[in-house]
């Protein structure tokens, strides 16, 4: 069953450590079938030279496992309230790339400072708050996901648009169109993360882009009249 979705969430699985974005089983990446209401994942705590597409497991919506002899990540639950909250996106992606999860740890907003951010988001990927011991105790994982859910319901964003969150103590969040774009956007988020730092550091002061440029390099790229690459 889901075949061919299987062996591209277990290939996008092997390039978070091959991006540098995790060290040993700290991340997981996941694909839906929206036609079939399912998600394929990785299982939980398996060494990534060990794994193969055969030991990734579908999913509901619920998170209850339908297929697979692993048990799944165990941030199945989160990945299953953004599937079921976000009804666009078809891949997401958690990891502990280092400095987007520092970002995390000071619990900061990711501001747009350049254009290398204003390609994948439009406009500053929120931190979400910490989870209360109320959450923690009713289901951690997926009451993560509640928590991401109301923070883009609280910012009015578009998940589609800003493809990302920080969740405070902990780590990144990102999600797209497919497992590989998530991907895609796990890197870019680390990347600006890390230029931001930077940033910061030659100048505290170093404004965030004019809305203009904001607008240009996001809309050129996504939307309707995009006209980067070879569309
Ligand atoms: O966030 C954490 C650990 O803090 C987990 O997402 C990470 O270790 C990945 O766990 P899984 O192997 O997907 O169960």
């Given at each position: 069953m889901l075949e061919k979705l299987k062996e591209e969430v277990f290939l996008a699985n092997l390039e978070l450590p091959k991006q540098g974005?995790?060290?040993?089983?700290w991340g997981n990446v996941s694909a839906v079938d929206r036609s079939q209401k399912l998600f394929i994942i990785k299982p939980s705590g398996v060494d990534y030279d060990a794994m193969?597409?055969?030991?990734m497991v579908v999913c509901d919506f619920e998170g209850n496992?339908?297929?697979?002899k692993l048990n799944p990540s165990s941030d199945t639950p989160t990945h299953a309230v953004l599937y079921k909250h976000f009804e666009d996106i078809g891949g997401i992606v958690h990891t502990h790339s280092q400095w987007a999860t520092a970002w995390a740890q000071a619990g900061l907003d990711v501001p747009a400072m350049g254009t290398t951010h204003a390609d994948t988001f439009y406009g500053p990927v929120p931190c979400a708050r910490f989870l209360t011991s109320e959450e923690v105790e009713r289901g951690y994982e997926k009451e993560t996901g509640h928590v991401i859910v109301n923070t883009f319901a609280e910012h009015k964003l578009d998940p589609l648009e800003v493809p990302g969150v920080l969740l405070h103590g902990h780590a990144p969040f990102t999600w797209g169109k497919t497992a590989d774009e998530a991907v895609m956007n796990a890197v870019v988020l680390d990347e600006v993360c890390k230029m931001n730092f930077y940033t910061r550091q030659l100048n505290s002061y170093a404004e965030e882009l004019p809305q203009y440029i904001l607008d240009k390099h996001y809309l050129r790229k996504h939307g309707k009249d995009a006209y980067y690459g070879q569309k």
């Open positions: 974005l995790i060290k040993y089983t193969t597409a055969d030991d496992v339908i297929e697979g």
